[in-house]
Each structure stands twice: as C-alpha cells, then as structure tokens.
C-alpha cells in the first residue's frame, strides 16, 4: 500500500568484520600521530535503557533508531565520532535479555560477537529504574568476557535528568555494587548533560591507531538498513507493547525514476512491513489504510533528510506467520 507519496535490492544486514576494517587502514590517507587514538566502543545493556538515544547524542546525528518500546534495535548500528585527536566507532546493539524466541537468542548472539571484537565497552543502566535482573544478567555476561579477555567496561548512569540527585546518588552506589567498572559517568543524552565526558573517558581505552573511517562519515550503515530502520521506528509509534517484537521490515527496492527533470531526481522505495498475525497487520495499516499512511509520511522526512533527496515511498504490510521462531523465515528477513 503506498502512502501517496511510493521502490534496488534488499541489502544484507550483516555487518563487516572488525578486524577488516583496522587492516584497509594502512591504505588510506588518514589522519595519524603518535598519539591519535582510534577505535570499537560497544553500547550495551537491557531493552529501552537509552542505548540508541546516547549513540545518537554521542555522534551529533540521528544513526540509530529510537523508541519508547523495548526491543527497538534490531541490528548493531554504526555511529562514528572523529576528531583532531581521536576517532570513536560506536556499536550500538540489540538490548541484551533473556530469551523467548529464536530470533531473541540470535539478538544475544549478535551482541556476545560483537562484544568480543571491540576495545571498550559502555554498560548503560538507566537512572529512572532500580537495578534489577536483567541488569544482573548483563553484569554477569559482561564479566565473563573480562576473565575470556582484558576489556574495559565503563558503567554510565543514563536518564539522569529523570531522577533528584538523592536518587541519583543511590543508583550509582547500586551500580559499585554490581561490578568492577573502568569508570562510572552519569549522563543524559536527551539533555546533552556529561555527553562529552563519556566521549573522553571511552576514547581513553582506545588503542593508538590512525583514522578508521574518512572524515565526515557518521556510520557505515548500507542506505537500505537505514531506509528499513526508520520505517520500523516510524511504525513502532503509538502501537500495542507487543508488536515491536512482531514487526520486521525489509526493503525491496530503491531506484531512481526514469524520466525526471534535471536537477529534481525522485527515489522510488518499496518496503515491505511483516507481522505475525492478521489483527496486527490491521494495526499497522488502520481503519481505511490511515495509521499506514502516518506511518509513510513520518518515515518518509527522515528518509529524504537521510539521503538528501526526494523519495516516493511505497509501503506493504504482509504476513509472515510467526516469523521469530522459523529458521527459515528469519533467515530470509535477514536475521
């Protein structure tokens, strides 16, 4: 169903080895010194504990995708900080949890991978909510991997701005208490509060490296993983708790018209929208097609900010029944 405004390929999600990317470095003409640092900091921590929200915050633009639910990064997200002194690659990654599906225990193993490759880790545990199991069940992963391998953890208070300093105060003496941190730095992406010292204390455990990625680049995300993310961001809105977990978007086309005026290029982008069941393919598309429409037209704004051009975005919502728990589904949307 288009949105009234309507299409590549579908790109692979994977993300590319680490390690590759330190190794075409020696090729490139970026910046080195001495003393110039550069490197891997992985987000962690539970579902909706301001990961994505501080990624975003850290690198100054939208590179991840943001909502209320839990559950909301799908994929780990590139966002990349470059300075005179330092480059800063931020990772961040599906919320870590315990698992009720298939696709739940692949998330987990996506950010157990991507945990192993990284220089620096910021374990995020938001200030508004008391420490509780899943934090514990974090900790206890992220203190295995230090006895596998010497990696730096860094405990951030997110969401300070949420709480009085008194109870600000006891949550960071309840994060003491959960591990042996590197540091422990309060923060608020939303009010950029302290956002610059949790810059400066991860780029503190990078290692000394030339540049990884050219300035001006803010993530290495293909177009059509962003295009798909802000659909799903966009559609996430003002839905039912459960259906962030039923939702899987996949884009299956991107091409240019034929036949425009010079200088006034239009993008056509099919995406398709898979749920679970019938009664959630009637939320996402609304009484007479309208919340669908919504949908289109606030993904849209951010898809054309993200590209730099205008685009004809060309929404279908299909059913893919129970597509967590089949192999063979989510191999096919990309998971």
């Not at 288009?2 to 993300?15: C, E, L």
């Not at 590139?78 to 692949?106: M, Y």
Request: some cysteine; proline content about 6%; glycine content about 8%.
């Amino acid at each position: 169903m288009s949105d009234g405004t309507g299409p590549g390929h579908t790109a692979d999600p994977g993300d590319p080895d680490l390690e590759t990317d330190r190794e075409r470095i020696t090729q490139l003409p970026f910046r080195q010194s001495d003393t110039y640092r550069a490197g891997f900091a992985c987000v962690v921590g539970r579902p909706n504990a301001g990961k994505s929200t501080l990624t975003n915050a850290l690198v100054g633009e939208k590179v991840a995708i943001t909502s209320s639910k839990p559950q909301t990064t799908r994929h780990t997200i590139r966002g990349i900080l470059t300075s005179d002194t330092a480059q800063l690659v931020l990772v961040d990654t599906p919320g870590l949890h315990k698992p009720r599906t298939l696709l739940g225990q692949r998330l987990n193993d996506l950010v157990r991978q991507t945990l192993l490759e990284v220089d620096v880790i910021a374990f995020c545990l938001p200030a508004d909510q008391r420490i509780g199991p899943g934090d514990q069940f974090i900790a206890k992963e992220l203190a295995e991997l230090r006895r596998a391998r010497r990696c730096p953890v860094i405990a951030l208070a997110t969401k300070s701005d949420l709480v009085d300093k008194r109870r600000l105060v006891e949550h960071l003496i309840a994060i003491d208490a959960l591990g042996a941190w590197e540091a422990i730095v309060p923060c608020s992406a939303t009010r950029g509060h302290q956002v610059q010292d949790v810059v400066e204390v991860l780029t503190a455990h990078l290692p000394l490296s030339p540049q990884l990625y050219p300035d001006g680049v803010l993530t290495d995300e293909p177009e059509a993983v962003m295009i798909a993310e802000l659909v799903r961001e966009a559609a996430l809105e003002g839905v039912r708790d459960e259906l962030p977990h039923s939702i899987a978007v996949v884009v299956e086309e991107m091409l240019a018209r034929e036949g425009r005026p010079e200088g006034k290029p239009l993008l056509d982008v099919r995406v398709n929208l898979f749920v679970e069941r019938d009664s959630q393919k009637a939320i996402v598309i609304g009484r007479g097609g309208s919340r669908l429409r919504e949908v289109g037209t606030n993904a849209r704004a951010d898809i054309e900010k993200l590209l730099g051009q205008r685009v004809h975005l060309d929404l279908h919502v299909k059913l893919a029944k129970d597509w967590q728990r089949d192999p063979r589904q989510l191999r096919r949307l990309g998971f």
